[in-house]
C-alpha cells in the first residue's frame, strides 16, 4: 500500500506517521503541500497532526486553500482513502469532506495526555480491527478539539454509524475532556472513505513508549 | 476603503473563552455583568470606493475563509472616517 502523507508548513507529526505506517510494512511518500499531484498509485492520503499556518484564523482554515487540497478533495470524492489525525480532523472539517466543526476546548487549555477511547462502531474500514465496546488508549494533544455539530446533523452521523470514537475514562466510563458533542472523537463521512479523529494512533505504536492501540487502528486499512 | 468585519460565535454555541472571562469578571466582584461572548475583529483595507461591490466581496471571503459558518456569524460594517 503508498501511503501519502502531506506536510504542510507548521504539520509537526508527518515523520511519526511516517514511522507508523512503515512499521506496519507499508510505503509512505512525504508530499508538500504546494504540490498539485499525489504520487501515481496513492492508496490512502493521511493529513497529518500539527500547527499548518500557525493555526492562523482558526485552526487549519488556510491549510484548505493549499494546492495539494484540491487533489485531495477530488481523491477523496472519488472514493479514495483519506484519514486526517488531529490538525488534519480540523482541515476535513473546514474543507467540508465531514461535517461539523471544531471549537476551543471548553476549559480553554491545550489538553496533551494519553486517553481512553471507546469503540462505537467498526463497521468501516479504518476501525474493523477494533471490537465493538474495545476501549483503546491513545494520546490526545490539541487546543481546538472540541468537536461541534447541530442537533440534525448528529442524529444523521449516528443514523449512518458515522460516529466511530467516543472518549470514555480507564473503564469505560462517561468522560469528556474537551467538551465535543456526545464527547466524539472519531467520525467518518457518509460514504466511509474518510476519517477524521483528534487522537494520534500514530503515537500509539510501541508499548515501550505507553500503548500500541494505533497498531490494530492503522492496520484497519491495510488489506 | 476601510471594511470591519465582527466574527462570533452562533447563539447556542458555547464559547469557553467567554465563560471563562465571566468567572474571572465574577471573581473581580463585577457582579453586574450576566454574560460574556468573545468574537474577532477582522479589519480590510479594500481597494475599491463602491460600497456595494466592497459588501458582495467581502460577504464572499466571510463565506471562504474568515468566518466558519457552521459555527459561527459575521456582520460586515464600513466606519464612517
Known sequence: MLVAVIVFPGTNCEIDTKYAFEKLGQSVTLVFHKEEQLPQGTDLVVLPGGFSHGDYLRSAAIAKFSPIMKTVIAFANAGGRVLGICNGFQMLLEAHLLPGAMKRNENVHFISKFQHLK???NNNTFLKKCAVGSLLNVPIAHGEGSYYIDQEGLNQLYANEQV???????LGGAENPNGSVDAIAC???????????????????ETILGSDDGVKMLEGFIN | MKVIVNIQLKDGVLDPQGKAVHHALTSLKFNEVNNVRIGKQIILDVDTSDIHTAQQRVETMCEELLANTVIENYTIEFPTC
Request: hydrophobic share 40%.
Open chain 1, 119 to 121: 469503540v462505537i462502531n
Open chain 1, 164 to 170: 466511530l470514537l467516543t472518549y470514555c475514562d480507564e
Open chain 1, 187 to 205: 467520525i467518518c463521512n457518509k460514504a466511509k472513505n474518510v476519517f477524521g479523529l483528534m487522537p494520534h494512533p500514530e503515537r500509539a505504536i
